[in-house]
């Protein structure tokens, strides 16, 4: 959704501010209190499918926590192992308990390390399989691996798209590369937490008694369209309150590429400090079993969130190409002086523009936290952003999507040639060749210079 207040009286432009500082704070203070250390446990369920698909539960296996008693699975399969408090733990299976004829999927993955930060139990899951029959071992080139690999490159690409997208759009303009691009993202995983949790009773305490999301913990699905909405009235005021007061002072774009490198690192620490390190999982959807589908393996959490992901590219393409406000954006990215003097208004386009750049980057923060809820999740995908939107084209969306998809596949498909650990140079090595052959990216215009 585009939000433009650019011509709303000023005291209601304040009280927006306002609010998402209160919000803000309110959301960070929560998440410093301490949780309720009373009865916090780790449980699971172990149970594999026979050779007829049917669900057997592992009973009599014996599952630890280091440290503390040992526990055996019920009938059903289930265990629980209380712990004194938050904090890291490893989890191990005996496998000598197990039948003789089930085994773990991966034969060295006996234990499972988790970090219990939360007010609720931690979910975690052995992957177990019927041993009764030998499967043969699959060689590295397998059309089901390469299937795999790719449908899992498919899904971080659209990730990595509905955070591109705004920075491109950012940069197409007002020139600005965007820095802090990345904590918008990270806003979005943190503040996803936080509405998953708490509601807007986090902030505002009386509305406690009222029901979710107003008084308690909301579903993912309403906390990532709350974090959207935060999201975007936050890009709103970064540009209203800072960047276009920058812009009219005339402050050079390499001065406020600073100012974004800067307040990303102020960001970042703020986050720290009242989020605290580690990570953490929401309460919506943290354990899912994979389902097969075609021999490839996806949770319903994957499946969802890639369907939803690819809605929302399609509405914003459609936004950009047919409707009057994403015209503008067009426009003004190609030609910022040519549209200005026909008539357009640039500054209410940039306003738009950072809107709804964050309220994407906030949802794909919100994505990535579906595998982990850290203070630096945006951090840590800022450079893939970048390679994306330069890979496609600076300044141009749809590059940036084509960028991001590429880097993706990228990635997971290189783990067929090389170690897991060396996956991410391969995005770099791949954005280095392209630009080599073509220096404005993939969709960018060439231009003539001098």
Do not use: C
């Amino acid at each position: 959704m585009l939000l433009n207040l650019a011509d709303r009286p000023q005291t209601i432009k304040k009280v927006l501010v306002f609010a998402l500082l209160g919000l803000f704070l309110g959301v960070f203070g929560v998440s410093r209190v301490a949780a309720d250390d009373a009865d916090l446990g780790i449980s699971g369920q172990l149970k594999y499918k026979n050779a007829a698909g049917e669900t057997i539960f592992v009973a009599g296996a014996t599952v630890s926590v280091d440290g503390l008693d040992a526990v055996t699975t019920d009938e059903t399969g289930s265990f629980r192992i209380p712990v004194p408090g938050p904090g890291e733990y490893r989890i191990s299976l005996d496998t000598a308990t197990l039948p003789e004829t089930v085994s773990l999927k991966d034969a060295n993955r006996n234990f499972l390390d988790v970090n219990l930060s939360t007010d609720r139990d931690q979910v975690v899951i052995f992957s177990l399989q019927d041993g009764s029959t030998s499967v043969a071992s699959e060689s590295r080139f397998a059309l089901r691996r390469v299937v795999q690999l790719s449908v899992e490159g498919i899904k971080f690409g659209l990730y990595l798209a509905l955070a591109s997208v705004g920075l491109s759009l950012i940069f197409g303009t007002t020139g600005l590369v965007n820095f802090a691009h990345a904590e918008l993202v990270t806003f979005g995983n943190l503040m996803g937490y936080f509405f998953n949790y708490y509601g807007l009773a986090g902030v505002v305490g009386f509305l406690a008694p009222l029901p979710a999301p107003l008084g308690s913990g909301s579903n993912l699905i309403i906390a990532a369209a709350l974090t959207m909405f935060a999201g975007g009235i936050l890009g709103y005021g970064l540009n209203r309150f800072i960047f276009r007061p920058a812009r009219r002072s005339g402050v050079s774009l390499l001065a406020q590429m600073v100012m974004t490198i800067g307040g990303s690192i102020l960001l970042r620490y703020i986050f720290l400090y009242f989020f605290t390190g580690g990570t953490r999982a929401y309460r919506s959807y943290s354990a899912q079993r994979a389902s097969e589908f075609l021999g490839i393996y996806l949770t319903p959490k994957d499946i969802a969130s890639m369907f939803v992901s690819v809605v929302i590219l399609l509405a914003i393409g459609f936004g950009l190409k047919r409707t009057r406000s994403g015209r503008a954006m067009r426009a003004v990215s190609d030609n910022r002086d040519l549209s200005e003097s026909s008539g357009i208004d640039v500054e209410k386009v940039i306003s738009q523009v950072w809107t709804t750049g964050a309220a994407l980057a906030s949802l794909a923060g919100i994505f990535f936290g579906l595998d982990a809820v850290t203070w630096e999740s945006g951090f840590r995908v800022l450079l893939f952003v970048f390679a994306s939107v330069t890979l496609g084209g600076l300044g141009t969306a749809f590059g940036a999507l084509f960028g991001a998809l590429i880097v993706g596949l990228v990635i997971n498909l290189s783990t067929l040639f090389i170690d897991v650990e060396l996956k991410n140079m391969m995005a770099l090595l791949a954005l280095v060749v392209v630009l080599m052959f073509k220096p404005q990216g993939l969709f960018g215009r060439k231009e003539r210079i001098g």
